[in-house]
């Protein structure tokens, strides 16, 4: 199995054909508004005509309110490539996936940029820019402090050990993000368990609970919630969730625990004799400082209004940029002050974070259209599912639906502003918030809960799950491939959980 040069042109061309009728019709669209979107426009000229226009956003088409459902193609065939190319032809993937994330992503970015001239430029450079710079960064300062602490000492992986790390893990994902706590406990969790057989589960219960779940608790734990704090939801508010959040991981930790003891049993493990045995201690505990530094830079970003600067045409706040910069100090600043010995005996390579940057650029932008779609609301192409929208058991599930394969945070963004639409659309923003979060708080909480949920269903649900996946790949646990760990996990574990905590709550 050969990709050439042939069929990758075949290819585009495809997808070329695919999106430029619907962009042909989107341009009469924008024509009957009388909207100028020629390629020599400047984006000042753009944003004067169209400011005032009920089709524009932010000085621009509101391309959600004429694509297609199928520009969302590309999309799909990324998430495909991710499901099935590992299986179907695993040797060209793994030498290749940053080119076949590299050609999605002009699948559509190329078509995409042809017909909507500097509108597209903008989404693109919006995306890259403003949401996955910042997340690779974030990701990338994690990944690298966390990489510098080493557990040292005897830690054998019984069924109540695991279960306590996972809870642990749950407890601080809250608190350091389910990013940083994840790659905190990630390598010890699986050293511990390095003499057992069966060792999949544990890993993807991890994933549940530790990179999702458990970041449930405030705004730093998860981004939609800093979104939300960013739009006045106040920062202890989301501590309504707790019952919630108890009742998932309890229900979990109680159904990992017993698959833990059935697989412990059956494999008569028996943990290895070292001899004698050398009591827990934590190595590079000044990456801490570092950790806290970017927790503290998150929260600054969330915190501080320092006017803001346009890159490129794409303004961004000055203190986001800040912050950007502060979390490449300190993943720096933990490189130089971590013996390149410790991080050997830790086991760390940048492997799971190049891929997590390569295969994300293309997740990224191949769902422009997907999150156009959907912030256009009941005007868009995902305008039945957003009118179905009523009740709190419906803003969980759909919120989370999306959720598990788009980026949580827009998604949030998008059922928070309809609920907010829906209860106090005569009110501006900074009065409606208040009222949502006590009159209606139950939406708010649904909202909250399946944006945060949910990112477990699937790899690419959050960005911890996928750096979880491929660092245990590395250390030699075998993964359940995409669909494998939606069909053998997410769909038996979790949607039954999420079912009975619906039932309870909303």
Not at 123 to 135: N, Q, R
Request: charged share 10%; proline share 5%.
């Amino acid at each position: 199995m050969k990709l050439n040069r042939l069929s990758l042109l075949i290819l585009l061309l495809v997808l070329f054909v695919f999106l430029v009728p619907s962009s042909a019709a989107a341009k009469d669209h924008s024509a009957k508004k009388d909207l100028n979107t020629t390629q020599t426009a400047s984006h000042s000229e753009i944003a004067s005509d169209h400011a005032t226009d009920k089709g524009a956003h932010n000085g621009h088409v509101n391309l959600g309110e004429v694509l297609p459902l199928y520009s969302c193609i590309p999309f799909a065939c990324m998430l495909l490539s991710i499901a099935l190319l590992p299986l179907i032809a695993g040797n060209i993937w793994h030498h290749h996936f940053g080119k076949i994330s590299a050609f999605w992503a002009l699948c559509l970015a190329l078509p995409f940029i042809l017909v909507y001239k500097s509108i597209a430029v903008h989404e693109i450079l919006h995306i890259i820019l403003a949401d996955y710079v910042p997340f690779i960064i974030l990701l990338w300062a994690l990944f690298t402090i966390s990489g510098g602490i080493l557990l040292k000492g005897t830690l054998r992986g019984t069924p109540l050990v695991n279960t306590i790390i996972i809870l642990i893990g749950t407890i601080l994902a809250s608190w350091m993000g389910t990013t940083g706590a994840a790659m905190l406990l990630i390598r010890p969790f699986l050293r511990a368990n390095d003499y057992r057989k069966n060792k999949t589960f544990m890993v993807v219960f991890f994933i549940f609970l530790v990179a999702n779940i458990g970041g449930a608790l405030t705004p730093l734990g998860d981004p939609p919630l800093f979104l939300g704090f960013l739009h006045g939801v106040s920062f202890f508010w989301t501590f309504k969730i707790l019952p919630i959040m108890l009742t998932a991981a309890i229900i979990l930790l109680v159904i990992y625990f017993i698959i833990d003891t059935y697989y412990y049993k059956k494999e008569g493990a028996k943990a290895p004799d070292d001899g004698e045995k050398k009591p827990l201690r934590l190595v590079g505990i000044y990456n801490f400082i570092f950790l806290g530094g970017v927790v503290g830079s998150v929260l600054m970003s969330g915190i501080l209004d320092l006017g803001t600067v346009s890159t490129l045409g794409i303004h961004r706040a000055v203190q986001d940029w800040f912050r950007d910069g502060l979390l490449i100090a300190f993943g720096i600043a933990s490189l130089w002050a971590t013996p390149k010995i410790l991080r050997e005996e830790n086991e760390f390579s940048w492997f799971p974070i190049i891929e997590v940057a390569y295969l994300f650029i293309g997740i990224f932008i191949t769902m422009i259209p997907c999150l156009l779609l959907l912030k256009a609301g009941p005007n868009g192409a995902f305008a039945f599912l957003i009118n179905a929208v009523k009740e709190p058991v419906h803003y969980f599930f759909v919120t989370g639906a999306l959720s598990a394969f788009l980026d949580n945070a827009p998604t949030y963004l998008t059922f928070f502003n309809t609920a907010l639409g829906s209860f106090y659309s005569n009110l501006p923003e900074a009065s409606a918030v208040p009222l949502l979060m006590t009159e209606k708080s139950i939406y708010l909480e649904a909202i909250s809960a399946g944006a945060v949920f949910f990112g477990a269903c699937s790899y690419i649900g959050n960005a911890p799950n996928f750096m979880v996946r491929s660092i245990a790949t590395e250390m030699g646990t075998e993964m359940p491939s995409f669909f494998g760990y939606i069909l053998k996990y997410s769909l038996v574990f979790l949607i039954p959980t999420f079912i009975i905590v619906s039932f309870i709550f909303f």
